[in-house]
């Protein structure tokens, strides 16, 4: 069987989270995330970000309150509970499933992945690894380290009895991946 190159993972990465309903943006650099993010939080808006998001767009912040969106600590948990937008940071991305990794200690960054309505998920493509095999090798190497782990696959959803499917109704409507190059989790 023929070897698939990162360019093949990212590509069936991408066509699976968008089959999962995730929106797929492949952005040049930091630059063009900061202002993807500044869109997405909208003015006057809020905008609750992950210490590792801090860490990997220093200036995000800044951008918000000029773009007149209000960034919120998450530790803010009534801030937080308003938030329009959560921002994390993926530690690898899934090619077999279209899932992205997140490996948050803090319960209040956990938290800004499912509590705003919209959740912006940064990834740098490199970070895409084929299927799940290497996910639990990226999940034994942090053993020592995170102790909690989430696979997240599209915004959330849920069905009835009768098979009736709601999206967000326990979590996020919209699933944004951010897949911006040199942007990755230290």
């Known amino acids: ?19 999962a309903g995730a929106a797929v943006h492949h952005l ?27 860490t ?36 690898a991305g899934i090619a ?4 992205v990794l997140l490996l948050d200690l803090d319960p209040a960054d956990r938290l800004t ?5 919209v959740h912006a998920v940064l990834l740098d493509p490199a970070g895409v690894v084929p299927g799940l095999t290497e996910a639990a090798a990226l999940l034994r190497a942090a053993a020592s380290g995170p102790s909690y782990a989430s696979l997240v696959t599209g915004p959330s959803r ?4 009768e098979r009736v499917l709601a999206v967000g109704v326990h979590g996020p409507r919209e ?7 040199g942007v990755r989790r230290g």
């Open 1 to 19: 069987m023929t070897a698939r190159t990162q360019s093949d993972r990212l590509a069936d990465f991408a066509r699976r989270a968008e089959a």
């Open 28 to 54: 040049d650099g930091a630059a063009a995330a900061v202002d993807l993010l500044c869109a997405l939080a909208g003015p006057e808006g809020r905008a609750a970000l992950t210490a590792a998001a801090r």
């Open 56 to 91: 990997v767009l220093p200036g995000l912040a800044r951008a918000l309150l000029a773009a007149s969106a209000r960034p919120v600590d998450p530790a803010d948990r009534p801030a937080l509970a308003s938030a329009g937008l959560g921002v994390s940071v993926a530690v």
């Open 96 to 99: 077999e499933t279209g899932s």
């Open 113 to 117: 992945g499912m509590l705003p309505p």
């Open 158 to 161: 849920t069905a009835d009895i």
């Open 175 to 181: 699933l944004h991946l951010l897949l911006t190059p």
